[in-house]
C-alpha cells in the first residue's frame, strides 16, 4: 500500500455541438458526446479520465457511478491492474460496449493520478522510447462535394501536414473518382490513406482497395465490418494495400485474433473505448511482439483521450503515425491547458507530447460546467 487511497470519483457527461457537421458514409455527426471522470486520492491528487460515449453520455455517467465507483472507493490507486479486473468483474460474460468505454475513463484517471504523484509523464511510466514527438497526419477530409473537399485538403496542406486521410463510402464510382481527385490535388508526395467506416462488403472493398493501392494510399481503414474476421482474411490475401482497423474493438484478446491472422497491417485501439491506457497499452504491446505497426485511434474525441494518446504513441515500440484531427471541437481544442495535439501545432509533420506530470494537462473547469449534460 503506498498510504494514498480512492476519495471519490466524479463523472462529467458532455456534449458539444460542431461547428461543422461531420460526415461519414455511416452518416452525418453533429454533436460530440462523452464523459469526462476525475479521480481524487485521500491526499489531494486529482487525475482526468474520458470515456467514448457518442451517444447517451448520461448513461455511460450512470453507469460509472452506481456500477464501478462504489467498487473503487478506498482502494490504492496504484493498483490499476487490479482495479482493472475489479470493474471488470461488474458484468459477467465477454467483456465489451459500453462497461469497458466505461473502465476506459476511470483507468486514465489513474495513470494521470500515477505520473502526478512521480512528478512523470505517462510515457516515461510506460517505459518509453524516447520521442518528444510523432508523427501525425490530418483526419480526415470529410466525405462531402468536391468544392468542400478541396477546401479541406488545401488546409491540411497549408498546415504542413505530409499525411492525411480521407472518408469513402458510397457508390463505388463516386469513391474511386474521390481518391483519384485527392490524389490529383495533393500530388505524389502527400501520404494518403482511407477510412471507409465499414461501409462496404467483402467484393466492393476489393473493388476500391485495388483503386487505393493503384494510387499509392498506404492504408485502407475498417473497408468492411468490424466483426467479419474471415473477411479481413480474404481481404489481406488478395489486396496489395495494407488494412487498418481496431477503433471498433475493446479488449487485448479481441485484437489479438486480427494480430495472429496477419489480417491487419495497421492496428489502432482507441484509449477511451479500449478499457484505458493499461488496456490498450496490452495492445500495442501485442502490435510490436507481432511486428504490427500501431497508430492510435482519436476519432471524435476530447483533449483527455489526445492527451492519453499522445503519452501512448510517445511509447509504442511499433508506432506509424498519430491522428490528428482537424475539424474545430470544443472539447478538444479549447478544454485543457495546455492545448495538445492540434493541427496548428505541427512542427515539420510532428506533434509534441505532453512531458508535465501524468496526462500533462489540466482542463478547464468553465468549459467543463459549460457542457455538462443536466
Not at 452518416?27 to 451517444?55: C, N, Q, W
Not at 517505459?127 to 501525425?136: D, E, I, L, S, T
Not at 477530409?141 to 492525411?164: K, P, S
Request: overall charge negative; charged content about 25%; some cysteine.
Amino acid at each position: 500500500m503506498t498510504g494514498r487511497s480512492i476519495a471519490r470519483i466524479e463523472s462529467h457527461p458532455l456534449r458539444a455541438t460542431l461547428e461543422k457537421t461531420q460526415r461519414t458514409s455511416q452518416g452525418d455527426y453533429p454533436a460530440i458526446e462523452l464523459v469526462v471522470v476525475e479521480v481524487t486520492t485521500s491526499d489531494g491528487i486529482t487525475g482526468y479520465g474520458e470515456a467514448l460515449a457518442r451517444r447517451g453520455a448520461a448513461g455511460y455517467a450512470r453507469l460509472i457511478d452506481d456500477a464501478l465507483s462504489p467498487r473503487l472507493i478506498g482502494k490504492d490507486p496504484a493498483d490499476r491492474r487490479a482495479l482493472w479486473r475489479l470493474m471488470r468483474n461488474a458484468l459477467s460474460g465477454r467483456p465489451g460496449g459500453q462497461l469497458v468505454e466505461a473502465i476506459s475513463a476511470i483507468d486514465i484517471a489513474l495513470w494521470d493520478i500515477a505520473g502526478k504523484a512521480t512528478g512523470e509523464p505517462i510515457h516515461k511510466l510506460l517505459g518509453g522510447m524516447g520521442r518528444r514527438r510523432v508523427p501525425a497526419y490530418a483526419s480526415s477530409i470529410n466525405w462531402l462535394d468536391d468544392a468542400t473537399v478541396e477546401a479541406e485538403v488545401a488546409a491540411a496542406l497549408t498546415a504542413g501536414f505530409r499525411e492525411i486521410k480521407i472518408k469513402l463510402g458510397h457508390p463505388l464510382k463516386d469513391a474511386v473518382a474521390r481518391a483519384k481527385f485527392i490524389r490529383k490535388l495533393t500530388g505524389d508526395d502527400i501520404a494518403l490513406y482511407v477510412d471507409a467506416n465499414w461501409a462496404y462488403d467483402v467484393d466492393d472493398a476489393m473493388i476500391v482497395g485495388r483503386a487505393l493501392a493503384d494510387l499509392g494510399y498506404g492504408f485502407f481503414e475498417e473497408p468492411i465490418a468490424p466483426h467479419d474476421r474471415a473477411g479481413y482474411a480474404r481481404l489481406a490475401q488478395h489486396l496489395p494495400i495494407r488494412l487498418a482497423a481496431g477503433e471498433s474493438d475493446y479488449v487485448a484478446s479481441e485484437a489479438l485474433a486480427m494480430l495472429q491472422d496477419r489480417s491487419l497491417g495497421l492496428i489502432q485501439p482507441d484509449v477511451t473505448r479500449s478499457g484505458g491506457i493499461t488496456e490498450t497499452w496490452r495492445i500495442a504491446e501485442l502490435a510490436a511482439s507481432f511486428n504490427t505497426a500501431y497508430a492510435p485511434h482519436v476519432g471524435w474525441s476530447g483533449a483527455i483521450c489526445v492527451a492519453a494518446s499522445l503519452q501512448l504513441a510517445a511509447a509504442a515500440e511499433s508506432l506509424r503515425t498519430f491522428e490528428c484531427m482537424v475539424y474545430a471541437n470544443p472539447l478538444r481544442d479549447s478544454f485543457t491547458t495546455p492545448v495538445v495535439g492540434e493541427g496548428h501545432q505541427l512542427v515539420d509533420g510532428m506533434l509534441d507530447v505532453p512531458q508535465g506530470p501524468g496526462l500533462g494537462i489540466e482542463i478547464d473547469r468553465e468549459m467543463l460546467a459549460r457542457h455538462r449534460i443536466a
